[in-house]
């Protein structure tokens, strides 16, 4: 399978505790995104980056939450002392950019953190 | 937060029954995707419209743009339970229009 891989697929922590996500994108591709999704809403757009570069970074994002993506493949996004509010679905999604042409999506199956 | 309008929240059909769902901004619209989440599942992308006015079918699914670039559509004829799911448009933002902004997207529920 050369799709979008999360890891872990669930997460359960407890208030206070930090947790880190990890996403490995589809090979080629050189954007990777981050999203979050509670019940009954759509994806919220958190981050991207093109290459290693971080290009955008929501202003809903807290301190709290960082991502990196080191060598431009693989990402992670942590986030330090967790609040029951950040309890959703992590989606991971990569593409490749063309210039002029608005790229596609490939999300991931996402994790799930509960934060208990 | 989110820009897109997407109506109705949700709809339930009895399989047979065609389907529609609604995506309204209040600004014109670079282009605009569509996205399709299984029970369950993560969105998968569908299709994307750029022109003004555009329509595009995929088998019984047709999407259009509007004339202005303010709405799109996505009707859905003679409704199978394969189509269950919640179906979101999204609006490309950012200087890359790298940003996805997705509507709320309508639940879909097809009674056999």
């Known amino acids: 399978d050369t799709g979008v891989s999360q890891d872990p697929r669930h997460k359960i922590t407890k208030r206070g505790q930090n947790v880190t996500f990890r996403c490995d994108p589809i090979s080629e591709h050189n954007r990777l995104y981050w999203y979050r999704q509670t019940l009954g809403q759509g994806p919220e757009f958190l981050t991207y980056f093109q290459n290693e570069a971080q290009l955008e970074k929501s202003r809903l994002l807290s301190d709290r939450f960082s991502a990196e993506r080191p060598k431009g493949s693989f990402s992670t996004l942590e986030i330090q002392r967790t609040e029951q509010g950040d309890s959703a679905m992590y989606l991971c999604a990569s593409s490749l950019a063309r210039q002029g042409i608005t790229d596609t999506q490939y999300f991931g199956p996402g994790t799930r953190l509960t934060v208990l | 937060g989110q820009q897109v309008m997407q109506i109705p929240q949700y709809q339930h059909v009895q399989e047979g029954e065609d389907f529609t769902t609604y995506c309204n901004s209040s600004?014109?619209?670079?282009?605009i995707q569509w996205y399709k989440q299984r029970p369950g599942g993560h969105p998968v992308f569908l299709i994307q419209l750029v022109k003004s006015g555009e329509v595009k079918k995929q088998k019984r699914l047709t999407f259009q743009f509007g004339e202005a670039k303010k709405n799109s559509s996505l009707h859905i004829t003679a409704t199978q339970t394969t189509d269950v799911g919640t179906y979101f448009c999204?609006?490309?933002?950012?200087?890359?229009?790298?940003?996805?902004?997705f509507g709320r997207g309508t639940q879909l529920t097809v009674w056999p």
């Open positions: 600004t014109t619209l670079s282009n």
């Open positions: 999204a609006e490309p933002r950012g200087s890359t229009l790298g940003r996805l902004y």
